[in-house]
């Protein structure tokens, strides 16, 4: 992080100071056991825990001041008086004034990026892509929010020339609120899929709070859309320049599977035929990757860098990470997080291999009243392009298998668990000399599964 003076950090986020200090901020954290002695603590209120509550603890770890909100403050000024505090209206919007300050102040060029599904794979690939000619700074894992993006912010410096920031949300105006803080100037939106929609209502809805990223948009600004999904392929705009991926702008042509499960592909760019090569699985990643050319392109990176960066991008960390099982088997790991969309992506993966096929599917989670016709479309999907084996885990994933069966899928194929020790003696007898797909919610702990058919031990928590 940029140093800011004491001085600049209450003229930015308008607050006062209960004692004098001459501390340089050099570093945020809102995590209390993280600080040290050229730490600020930034205490805030979360739907679990209120930070102002770990503030003197903060003080224990050698943090030289704290933010604190003017309420919380005079509520318990007895136990707060003597240590050095800023007290603010309210942290979080402390957090994103320090966030708009630092952006300005390294004068970096933003990149947002949003969508239902592909939103962290298409940020590697715009990060590798752009890496050809620029510093670039990215999110760490999935800080997407209205949290972790301004944490993401802090950790610029002075040499960054770009930040591409992915854009969360669950709920509307959300992403107006980060598009506001990160102000882009080349936005990207994924696709339009179901994820949330047991919050938002509806895919309409979903479109609608994803176009938020365009809202400060401007007519030297770049949106960059993915052509192929029936709702994006509609968007344009007089305001500023709209690139339609994949549908009427760098089509792509001659795709072809590699023996590794990785594609290849043909675009044609200023008259010229390029050959595109991937190092990661899922014929989804085609329209991903061509998104992060066209960031490239509206960037002034060469077509021929662009494609370099794309085919230097390898996935890992629990999205479709190819692993060795036990008893001469393949996995297939994909557990971080999962959508109707992404679940069936991770199928047509799996029906790429020859040998024996078993998906292993938990709960798509977060869907509320859609969560049935959501699992029952995976289902038709498996029911038209079969496996050897279902098996599910969890509540809603039944009705995939009830949908597949009902559609025709041989029910002997299939086996549904309500727990996991039955379903680990189940896949144990038959894993042999098979690829197999591990998939569901973050929030299924579907990793234990891989974790045990890695060789690790069976852990029933």
Do not use: W
């Not at 920031?165 to 080349?186: C, Q, T, Y």
């Not at 996995?331 to 998906?359: G, H, P, R, T, W």
């Not at 995976?378 to 298998?401: F, R, W």
Request: aromatic share 8%; net charge negative.
């Amino acid at each position: 992080m940029i140093k800011i003076t004491l001085e600049e950090l209450l003229k930015i986020t308008e607050g006062s100071c209960t004692h004098p200090s001459t501390a340089h901020c050099t570093s945020i954290e809102i995590d209390s056991r993280r600080v040290n002695n050229q730490t600020y603590f930034m205490p805030i209120l979360g739907e679990v825990h209120d930070g102002h509550k770990f503030i003197e603890g903060a003080f224990s770890k050698g943090a030289p001041t704290s933010f604190c909100e003017k309420a919380y403050y005079y509520s318990h000024q007895s136990a707060l008086k003597d240590y050095p505090l800023i007290l603010v209206d309210n942290t979080t919007t402390a957090l994103h004034k320090l966030t708009v300050y630092i952006l300005k102040k390294t004068q970096v060029k933003t990149v947002g990026i949003t969508g239902s599904v592909g939103k962290t794979s298409t940020k590697e690939f715009i990060y590798h892509v752009l890496s050809k000619k620029y510093s670039v700074h990215k999110n760490k894992g999935n800080f997407n929010n209205h949290i972790g993006l301004p944490l993401t912010v802090m950790d610029l410096k002075y040499e960054h020339d770009v930040a591409i920031l992915e854009m969360g949300m669950n709920h509307f105006k959300e992403i107006e609120v980060l598009a506001d803080i990160a102000r882009p100037s080349v936005a990207v939106v994924t696709n339009i899929g179901t994820s949330h929609i047991g919050i938002l209502g509806s895919r309409e809805n979903i479109f609608q709070a994803k176009m938020e990223i365009t809202s400060y948009l401007n007519e030297d600004d770049t949106l960059i859309l993915n052509g192929e999904d029936n709702f994006l392929r509609e968007v344009s705009s007089q305001h500023f320049k709209c690139i339609q991926v994949g549908k009427d702008q760098l089509q792509y042509s001659n795709v072809l599977q590699k023996p590794s499960g990785f594609f290849e592909y043909s675009i044609n760019y200023n008259k010229s035929k390029y050959r595109v090569s991937l190092n990661v699985l899922g014929k989804h990643n085609i329209i991903n990757s061509l998104l992060a050319i066209a960031v490239g392109l509206a960037m002034d990176v060469s077509i021929e860098d662009c494609i370099l960066g794309v085919s230097e991008f390898v996935d890992s960390d629990k999205r479709l990470e190819i692993l060795t099982g036990k008893k001469n088997s393949v996995l297939i790991s994909d557990c971080y997080n999962a959508s109707q969309e992404s679940m069936i992506s991770a199928i047509e993966v799996l029906n790429s291999f020859s040998e024996k096929k078993i998906a292993v599917l938990g709960d798509v989670l977060e869907l509320g009243e859609f969560s049935k016709q959501s699992h029952e479309t995976v289902g038709e999907y498996l029911s038209a392009h079969p496996v050897d084996m279902i098996i599910t885990l969890g509540c809603e994933s039944e009705h995939i298998i009830n949908k597949a069966i009902a559609l025709g899928f041989d029910q002997e194929k299939t086996r549904h668990f309500d727990s996991v020790e039955p379903l680990y003696e189940y896949l144990e007898n038959i894993i042999e000399d098979s690829v197999c797909l591990i998939k569901g919610s973050l929030g299924m702990n579907m990793a234990r599964i891989v974790e045990v058919f890695k060789g690790g031990n069976i852990d029933t928590n």
